[in-house]
């Protein structure tokens, strides 16, 4: 999504908080700021994008409608801190305007790698608190008999 013009440093600024660590269904996001120009290594010429650009790349449960009506709800002020600085952007207070935006702004997926077996954010969420608090009850407990705690030797 193109910039506006001079509203870079903000929207730098806004983008170092993590504002997207709240959506739900979200495996994986990152927002990206992609300069005017870019040169690649052994490039004779820079590419000349006319304006800086923001990239937003996420890896989520269910459909693209799904998703950024999440992001909509979820981050409600803070979407629009963060794509009230792209050009065209409607705001998110119209939900159908939004979803529009962002579906015309999107690219399909061209490979998918799945690092978990097919379990939805939720269950991977909970299967990873539950691992923290067993090996905070193990170090816990290995403290109180003042045994060395190895890891790789547990049966």
């Known amino acids: 999504m193109p910039v506006k013009r001079d509203h870079l440093d903000d929207l730098k600024r ?7 660590r709240s959506v ?7 927002l990206v700021l992609i300069p005017p120009e870019l040169k ?4 004779r010429n820079p590419d000349q994008l ?3 650009y923001l990239l937003y ?7 693209l409608t799904d998703h950024v009506e999440a992001v909509r709800e979820t981050m409600g002020d803070e979407a629009d801190e963060i794509w009230g600085h792209c050009v065209g952007y409607p705001g ?7 979803v529009s935006y962002f579906a015309r702004h999107s690219l399909p997926t061209q490979y ?7 379990f939805d ?7 990873l608190t539950t691992a923290r608090a067993i090996r905070r009850d193990a170090l816990v407990a290995t403290d109180r008999t003042h045994h060395h705690f190895e890891p790789d030797r547990i049966t």
């Open 14 to 20: 806004v983008c170092k908080q993590h504002p997207l």
């Open 24 to 30: 739900p269904g979200v495996h994986f996001a990152r």
């Open 40 to 43: 690649d290594l052994g490039q």
């Open 50 to 52: 006319g304006s800086p």
């Open 57 to 63: 790349s996420s890896n989520h449960w269910g459909s």
């Open 92 to 98: 998110r207070r119209d939900k159908d305007r939004f």
């Open 112 to 118: 998918y790698f799945a690092g978990y077996a097919p």
């Open 121 to 127: 954010v939720r269950d991977i969420q909970s299967a």
